[in-house]
C-alpha cells in the first residue's frame, strides 16, 4: 500500500490545475491571421447618407391601360419592395416589367435595364441601382375592368 502525504496531493493538484490554465490560455491565445488588403472598389463606399423611407402607393390601372410608375435612385442605392394587384380576377391579365432607365438629357439614346418581367399579381424583390436614373414598373392591365395594385417600398430614393 503506498501512502501519498496531504502535502504531496496538494501540490499535483496545484500543478494540474496550474497546467490546466496554461493549456486553456494557449487554446484561447489568437493565432496571428494574415489578412489580404481588396482594394475599395466604386459603388462601394458613399460619403453622404441617403434619407432612408418607407411608402406604400395605391396605384390605380383602367381596364385595358398600361402606366410606368418609377422613383428615382442613385447609383448603389437600394430598395426593397412588394406589390399586389387588388380586384384582378386573372393573374395572368397583368404584365408587369420591373426595369430602370437613365434620365435622357439629349436626343442620344438613354441606358435601359430590366430586372424582372412577368405575368402575375404579386411580386417582390430587392435592387441596387446599378446607375442614375429612375427604376420602377412599367404594369399593364389586359382585363375590361379596373384594378389597383397596392406597392410597398422601402430603401433609398425619392419619389418624383
Avoid at 10 to 27: G, R
Avoid at 71 to 86: F, K, L, P, R
Avoid at 113 to 132: C, E, H, I, W
Wanted: with cysteine; glycine share 6%.
Amino acid at each position: 500500500m503506498k501512502i501519498i502525504s496531504l502535502h504531496t496531493r496538494t501540490i499535483s493538484l496545484k500543478l494540474l490545475s496550474l497546467i490546466s490554465a496554461m493549456l486553456l490560455l494557449s487554446a484561447c491565445t489568437e493565432e496571428v491571421i494574415e489578412w489580404i488588403d481588396v482594394p475599395l472598389t466604386e459603388n462601394t463606399y458613399f460619403d453622404n447618407e441617403p434619407v432612408y423611407r418607407t411608402d406604400t402607393i395605391e396605384i390605380p390601372i383602367s381596364a385595358n391601360a398600361d402606366l410606368e410608375y418609377m422613383v428615382d435612385m442613385q447609383v448603389g442605392n437600394s430598395v426593397a419592395y412588394s406589390w399586389e394587384a387588388v380586384d384582378l380576377t386573372d393573374p395572368q391579365s397583368l404584365l408587369a416589367e420591373f426595369h430602370g432607365h437613365t434620365v435622357r438629357t439629349s436626343e442620344e439614346p438613354g441606358d435601359v435595364m430590366f430586372y424582372k418581367q412577368g405575368r402575375g399579381d404579386t411580386s417582390s424583390g430587392y435592387l441596387v441601382a446599378p446607375f442614375n436614373g429612375v427604376h420602377g414598373w412599367y404594369l399593364s392591365n389586359e382585363t375590361n375592368s379596373d384594378i389597383k395594385v397596392l406597392l410597398k417600398l422601402s430603401g433609398f430614393y425619392t419619389i418624383p
